[in-house]
């Protein structure tokens, strides 16, 4: 049995694959969810910079995969 004061493992690349996945996710939200109420007040250039973000990270994630630790 493991306790829970123990790190948990992780697999190299597990965080990058991670972030990328949660910047996909955030702009899918943001652009599907652009005409629901709340997010009709997003300026453009936010929605642009989610975009940004969500490239950047599969990028990085496709040009240095962080295989090792």
Same mark, same amino acid.
């Given at each position: 049995?493991?306790?829970?004061? /123990? ?16 910047? *996909?996710?955030? =702009? ?6 652009? *005409? ?20 950047? /990270?599969?990028?990085? =994630? ?8």
């Amino acid at each position: 049995m493991v306790m829970a004061s /123990e790190p948990r493992w992780q697999r190299p690349g597990q965080t990058q694959r991670r972030r990328c996945g949660m910047a *996909w996710l955030m =702009l899918l939200l943001v652009w599907g969810g652009r *005409w629901l109420w709340p997010l009709l007040w997003l300026p453009g250039w936010l929605v642009l910079v989610v975009a940004i973000w969500a490239l950047l /990270e599969f990028v990085l =994630l496709l040009l240095a995969p962080r295989r090792w630790r």
